[in-house]
């Protein structure tokens, strides 16, 4: 199946490693030009390398709960590119902290950095003529999983979001649609910190698979990357959980 991605315009926050980079590789590798961006310099660089071997790739070192940053880049990716078809918003502040400071790096960095990116790239996304969004949510956000965190909490407030805005432009042509992973494994990612560090919690969510493993980064790009594409142009403001089954929730 031709997802239509050829050519396509695409700009990925937190691109240079485990989901994002799953998404920029396949997204690259389906013809489209890729822009992406995350704190870490190098690692910005030596993804945006081995990114270019397959097409074109650009990349910044941007912290995108500094709007005035986040925004000036996007502007610029889309000069370069010659315009923004697809967003994807990845950034996460990730969980554990359930304090202040907790709520702080959730709303800056998932809330705020996913709504100020969308901001910016909203006068491209419009021209396009078909722009699209994939907002990076979680089934954490949609079922119990770990007690209350402000890691849930603030990506349930992306989904409604994500909902509300895709019946808000979808007369402008703009999709918006919300992707939420349950248990990714990557090597040096959060479960795999867990799995050496806290082996209780890593085994009894690992027995919860149906499918007796864990997801991998590469299976959510290709849900992403469907979602983003023309193929599923008749598709918005649906939040696609990609779990192997690991939410227990009937969805209606």
Same mark, same amino acid.
């Given at each position: 199946m031709?997802?239509?991605?050829?050519?396509?315009?695409?700009?990925?926050?937190?691109?240079?490693?485990?989901?994002?980079?799953a998404i920029a590789n396949l997204m690259i590798s389906e013809g489209a030009?890729?822009?992406?961006?995350?704190?870490?310099?190098?690692?910005v660089d030596a993804a945006v390398a081995e990114l270019s071997q397959s097409g074109k790739a650009i990349g910044s070192a941007v912290d995108v709960a500094d709007k005035a940053a986040l925004q000036g880049w996007i502007a610029s990716a889309a000069e370069e590119l010659g315009g923004?078809?697809?967003? &994807?918003?990845? #950034? *996460?502040? +990730?969980?554990?902290?359930?304090?202040?400071?907790? /709520?702080?790096a959730n709303l800056e960095v998932d809330v705020l950095g996913t709504t100020n990116a969308i901001e910016a790239a909203m006068p491209s996304l419009q021209a396009s003529g078909?722009?699209?969004?994939?907002?990076?949510?979680?089934?954490a956000a949609?079922?119990?999983?770990?007690?209350?965190?402000t890691y849930n909490a603030?990506?349930?407030?992306?989904?409604?979001h994500s909902q509300g805005l895709a019946q808000a432009l979808a007369?402008?042509?703009?999709? &918006?649609?919300? #992707? *939420?992973? +349950?248990?990714?494994?990557?090597?040096?990612?959060? /479960?795999?910190?867990?799995?050496?560090?806290?082996?209780?919690?890593?085994?009894?969510?690992?027995?919860?698979q149906p499918m007796g493993r864990m997801g991998s980064a590469e299976e959510v790009a290709n849900a992403v990357a469907f979602l983003a594409s023309p193929a599923a142009s008749w598709v918005t403001g649906v939040n696609l959980v990609v779990d192997g089954g690991f939410?227990?929730?009937v969805q209606l």
């Amino acid at each position: 199946m031709d997802l239509g991605l050829k050519g396509k315009k695409v700009v990925i926050t937190g691109g240079s490693k485990g989901i994002g980079r799953a998404i920029a590789n396949l997204m690259i590798s389906e013809g489209a030009d890729v822009a992406i961006c995350a704190r870490n310099g190098e690692e910005v660089d030596a993804a945006v390398a081995e990114l270019s071997q397959s097409g074109k790739a650009i990349g910044s070192a941007v912290d995108v709960a500094d709007k005035a940053a986040l925004q000036g880049w996007i502007a610029s990716a889309a000069e370069e590119l010659g315009g923004i078809d697809i967003l &994807v918003p990845n #950034v *996460s502040a +990730g969980g554990g902290q359930m304090d202040e400071n907790g /709520w702080r790096a959730n709303l800056e960095v998932d809330v705020l950095g996913t709504t100020n990116a969308i901001e910016a790239a909203m006068p491209s996304l419009q021209a396009s003529g078909a722009g699209s969004i994939v907002v990076i949510a979680t089934t954490a956000a949609v079922e119990d999983f770990l007690g209350p965190q402000t890691y849930n909490a603030m990506k349930a407030a992306l989904i409604v979001h994500s909902q509300g805005l895709a019946q808000a432009l979808a007369g402008s042509g703009v999709r &918006v649609n919300a #992707v *939420s992973p +349950g248990p990714i494994f990557i090597e040096g990612g959060a /479960w795999d910190f867990i799995k050496n560090n806290m082996a209780d919690i890593y085994n009894s969510t690992l027995a919860g698979q149906p499918m007796g493993r864990m997801g991998s980064a590469e299976e959510v790009a290709n849900a992403v990357a469907f979602l983003a594409s023309p193929a599923a142009s008749w598709v918005t403001g649906v939040n696609l959980v990609v779990d192997g089954g690991f939410t227990k929730r009937v969805q209606l």
